[in-house]
């Protein structure tokens, strides 16, 4: 069975930082690009960041640009997300997600592409 699982939420101060990770098991992971997704209460679930199966080319949105840094490692089958400088509009709880690799022009900034999620991790800001 494939497992995505997330770690790393808590509660944070604005302006501080935190590293989410997403261990991923049943499946080949080099063959999969990752992306985060998050959701805040009562909103729809967005698109934060991606990672590519094959070069590590990385995809984020506009709003994170800049503060968030997306990365994988294949030997730990692992993908991480550094979230720096974050502001309370980042409360969300954060999902990560694996893409079968023929998938990937079709566009990784979209939920629909996307074969597997994990359960998601709550992060929190507080002002």
């Known amino acids: 069975q494939v497992q995505l699982v997330e770690s790393g939420g808590g509660l944070v101060q604005a302006g501080g930082s935190v590293r989410l990770s997403c261990a991923a098991s049943?499946?080949?992971?080099?063959?999969?690009?990752m992306g985060w997704f998050r959701q805040a209460p009562g909103e729809a679930r967005e698109f934060v960041a991606a990672?590519?199966?094959?070069?590590?080319?990385?995809y984020y949105a506009d709003s994170v640009k800049g503060r968030f840094t997306i990365s994988r490692d294949n030997g730990k089958n692992t993908v991480y997300l550094e979230m720096n400088s974050l502001k309370p509009e980042d409360t969300a709880v954060y999902y990560c997600?694996?893409?079968?690799?023929?998938?990937?022009?079709?566009?990784?900034?979209?939920?629909?592409?996307?074969?597997?999620w994990g359960q998601g991790t709550q992060v929190t800001v507080s002002s």
């Open positions: 990672i590519k199966w094959s070069r590590c080319d990385s």
């Open positions: 997600a694996a893409a079968e690799w023929r998938r990937a022009g079709a566009g990784l900034n979209r939920q629909r592409n996307y074969d597997y």
């Open positions: 049943g499946l080949t992971f080099s063959s999969y690009s």
